[in-house]
């Protein structure tokens, strides 16, 4: 899959201290990327725009 026109976004919650962050691109087509921050040119996982949406309201609320 490319990934190439990705803007890939990391939360504004992600320290700077160096943890484990990811970065999400949902600017593509029909797909959502995810990637470790650490790592930007290392694999990524795609996940169609319901599957992710399901994914995040299961996530607890950090507000």
Excluded: H, Y
């Excluded at 990327?33 to 299961?58: C, E």
């Amino acid at each position: 899959m490319n990934l190439s026109n990705a803007r890939w976004k990391k939360s504004t919650r992600s320290g700077t201290s160096g943890g484990e962050c990811i970065e999400v691109a949902g600017n593509l087509p029909g797909i959502v990327g995810v990637r470790d921050s650490k790592d930007p040119t290392g694999p990524a996982l795609v996940f169609g725009p319901r599957a992710w949406s399901a994914f995040v309201a299961q996530l607890p609320d950090r507000g």
